[in-house]
Every structure is written in structure tokens, then in C-alpha cells.
């Protein structure tokens, strides 16, 4: 690394202004090589004419009790810190390019939502340009959107993962099916879409080395923003950094030579760097307070999230207890008109029953009676047979008794009617 040409009088150390501070840095990125020296070294590229851009849509304040931001010597409200500069960089092939650098700083986190409508307001920006009409050749003024490149220096972590000190978001552009990287300038794709920078001071005393040693953009980045770095506060007085002198280099000079005249230029630098220690602190207040209830109001959420779940488990249940209830209603009533049908089967059955019972006892009555006249009948018939065995037992005695007196065969037939065979038989 290029260590800067110092007087070998000059003392190891240097103390600057903390530029942690908006003052301190606004007062640092009002001077025009300085910022070329910054932007260029973050953006990595090189920046051939820049210009600091007037804040044209300042961030309205609101009414409140909190703690307001003010100079101490003009009493006059200080923005949040934002800055936007118009920059004219020299690309690879020669040509050249307007782009915008929208830069924001914040020592406490901020709500995201005030970041994001800076950056839909700069996208509305446009240039006025000259192209050449194809067709007539004649010379006529558009207007072109320019490329953004919000860069966000922050004293906080937003990650955790990799804890690396600047993470940045590139444009590759994508053919889904044909998986190819579109590698020429696309104005309707590159216009709608931006690089992002993301600086995380926190993270400077995690980077090595030999992460940065091998690579000229690395190296010069980790030196400027190691002018930021929080852990070389002076003892007992957060507003100042004591900073080893070799470790800078040269590029940086102008860089250090302009945060050590803030305190020239500023006389009441330390007043306002005080005022924003008393923000900052109402701020981390405030976040405390809001850190507080939103713990309750998760705990509160978390607890509704649980009893949420456990109603609907009670309502799966009860629908469930409802469903099966349901069914067996539907079997008890199927079950009862099994049972009416049953039942109407029953009484019909009873009724043929009673009804053959009736023919039975009837058909007992005939039968009995009918017993009874066949008894007589037999009983008849009994004495009806004696009378004509007797009958014919007398009959036989007689053919007999006449057969034995000589009488002839055709007369016994004729007073007895036995045939001449039966005769013959005696």
C-alpha cells in the first residue's frame, strides 16, 4: 500500500474531526476534490466532472416533542443527512457517462421507507440530450433518465452473515431460458435498475489483510473508510479520532488535510457535533422506547398468535365433534326409520300372524268337528262292518248248513247270493 509523503517531524499521529458526525462530513463533501476523491474511491470509477446538487426536496419535519436537530448559531433546522451529486464518469471504451450518486449517512438505524423515497425521487431525474433522427438527420433535444447509485454509509451492522464492510448489489441481467448474461448496455433494463452500496462501519476491525492486500480498489477503499473508524476515538471526547499517520495513503491527503481545518473553518464545530450527540441520544431514546413496546406488543402478538391458534384448533375440533355428531344424527334418524320400517313390518306380521292364528283356530274348529264326525262315521262304519260280518257269517252257516242238506248249488245262490265258487269252497 502507498504510504503518504509526510515530513518526518510530523507526529505518528493525527487527530481529525470525527466524520462520523453530519456536520464534520457535509463540511468535509462540500469541498469539490475531497467528495471527487471520496465517491470516486467508493464507486470505483473514474469521475472526470462532479457537482454537489442543491437539496430540491429537503425532508419535511414533523410536528412532535422529540428533540429537533438545530445550528446553534442560525437556530435553523438540520436535515437528516442526504446528499445527491451529479457526476460525469469516463467508461472503459473512452466515452463518457451522467450518473447521479444519491449518498446517505446514518449513525442510528432509520426507517427504511424515508431511504426509499429519496431514491424514487432521484429515479425522476432525467438529462436533456442531442441525438441525430435517423431518418432526417436532423438534430433534436430528448430527455434520458440518468443512472442512480445510492451509496449508504452506516454506523450499524445489517447483517450478520458474512460481516463484511461494504456490500453492493449488481445489475446482471438474465435470459431465464437461455441462461445468458446480457453483457451490452440495455437502456430500458439499466434505466430501471441501480447499483447499491452498502457501507457497514461496524465491520472494519472484522476485515483482514489479506482480504484486501491483492486488489489496488480494496485497498484504497478500506483506507478511506478507516478515516470512520469508530474504535480510534480519542479517550473521554467521542468527537475526535486519533488515527495512525502511515497507514493513510497519499491519495488521502487532501481528504485529511480538509477534516483537520473543519475546526478552522467551524468555530462553533464542537457546539453542533454536541447538538447532535443530544439528537442522537433522544433518537436512541425514542428507539429504546419503541424497542420496549415492541417487545411487549410481539410478546402481546405472540401470545393472540397462540391463543389465535389455539381457537382454531377448539373450532377444527368442534367442527370436527359438529361433523361427527352430524353423522350420527343422520345414522340415528336412518337408524330409526330402519327401526319405523321394522316395526310397520312387525304389526303387519303380527297382524297375518293373528290372522292365520284365526284360520288356524278355525280350521282346529273344522278339524275337531270333523274328528268328531269321522269318529261317528267310524264308529258307524264299526257297527255298520259287525252287522255284515254277522250277516255274513249267517249266510255262509246257511249255504253251509243248506250245501250239507244237498240243496243245489244254484238254489243256495239264489237264497244266499254267494257265487258257485264260494260254494264250492264250504
Do not use: C, W
Not at 464518469?89 to 421507507?113: C, N, R, Y
Not at 471526547?237 to 491519495?251: E, V
Not at 255274513?392 to 242238506?405: S, W
Amino acid at each position: 500500500m502507498e504510504i503518504s509523503s509526510q515530513d518526518s517531524n510530523y507526529n505518528e499521529y493525527i487527530i481529525i474531526p470525527n466524520p462520523i458526525y453530519d456536520v464534520v462530513f457535509r463540511y468535509l463533501m462540500s469541498d469539490h476534490e475531497s467528495a471527487l476523491i471520496v465517491l470516486s474511491t467508493l464507486i470505483n470509477e473514474k469521475i472526470t466532472k462532479l457537482q454537489l446538487e442543491p437539496l430540491t426536496f429537503p425532508e419535511k419535519k414533523e410536528k412532535s416533542n422529540s428533540v429537533q436537530l438545530q445550528d446553534p448559531k442560525t437556530k435553523d433546522d438540520i436535515q437528516l443527512f442526504h446528499l445527491d451529486f451529479t457526476a460525469t464518469i469516463e467508461l472503459a471504451d473512452g466515452s463518457e457517462e451522467l450518473i447521479m450518486i444519491e449518498l446517505q449517512k446514518a449513525s442510528e438505524p432509520e426507517d427504511i421507507f424515508r431511504f426509499k423515497r429519496y431514491i424514487s425521487k432521484n429515479f425522476q431525474k432525467k438529462q436533456e440530450i442531442e441525438v441525430t433522427d435517423l431518418e432526417t438527420q436532423a438534430i433534436k433535444k430528448v430527455n434520458r433518465p440518468i443512472r442512480l447509485i445510492p451509496i449508504f454509509i452506516l454506523n450499524f451492522r445489517i447483517e450478520n452473515e458474512i460481516n463484511d464492510l461494504l456490500i453492493k448489489t449488481n445489475r446482471f441481467k438474465t435470459g431465464l431460458f437461455k441462461n445468458e448474461v446480457l453483457k451490452k448496455h440495455n437502456e430500458f433494463i439499466d434505466n430501471l435498475t441501480y447499483d447499491l452500496l452498502v457501507i457497514q462501519l461496524p465491520n472494519l476491525r472484522n476485515i483482514k489483510v489479506e482480504e484486501y492486500m491483492n486488489d489496488e480498489y480494496k485497498k484504497r477503499l478500506y483506507s478511506l473508510l478507516k478515516l470512520f473508524d469508530q474504535k480510534e476515538r480519542v479517550t473521554g471526547n467521542d468527537h475526535r479520532l486519533r488515527l495512525i499517520r502511515k497507514f493513510f495513503p497519499g491519495f488521502l491527503d487532501r481528504v485529511i488535510s480538509r477534516l483537520q481545518s473543519a475546526d478552522i473553518d467551524n468555530p462553533d464545530l464542537e457546539e453542533k457535533m454536541l447538538v447532535e450527540d443530544e439528537y442522537l441520544k433522544a433518537l436512541i431514546e425514542r428507539d429504546n422506547k419503541i424497542a420496549f413496546f415492541k417487545e411487549k406488543f410481539e410478546k402481546a402478538d405472540e401470545l393472540l398468535n397462540t391463543t389465535k391458534k389455539q381457537f382454531k384448533t377448539t373450532k377444527r375440533q368442534l367442527d370436527t365433534a359438529k361433523e361427527e355428531l352430524d353423522t350420527a344424527k343422520e345414522e340415528l334418524d336412518t337408524t330409526k326409520e330402519e327401526l319405523d320400517t321394522t316395526k310397520e313390518k312387525l304389526d303387519t306380521a303380527k297382524e297375518e300372524l293373528d290372522t292365520t292364528k284365526e284360520k288356524l283356530d278355525t280350521a282346529k274348529e273344522q278339524l275337531d268337528t270333523t274328528k268328531e264326525q269321522l269318529d261317528q262315521a267310524l264308529k258307524l262304519r264299526q257297527e255298520k262292518d259287525k252287522e255284515l260280518i254277522e250277516r255274513d257269517l249267517l249266510i255262509l252257516n246257511l249255504a253251509k248248513m243248506l250245501k250239507e242238506n244237498g240243496v243245489s248249488f244254484e238254489d243256495i245262490h239264489r237264497q244266499t247270493g254267494l257265487s258257485i265258487a264260494e260254494i264250492q269252497q264250504l
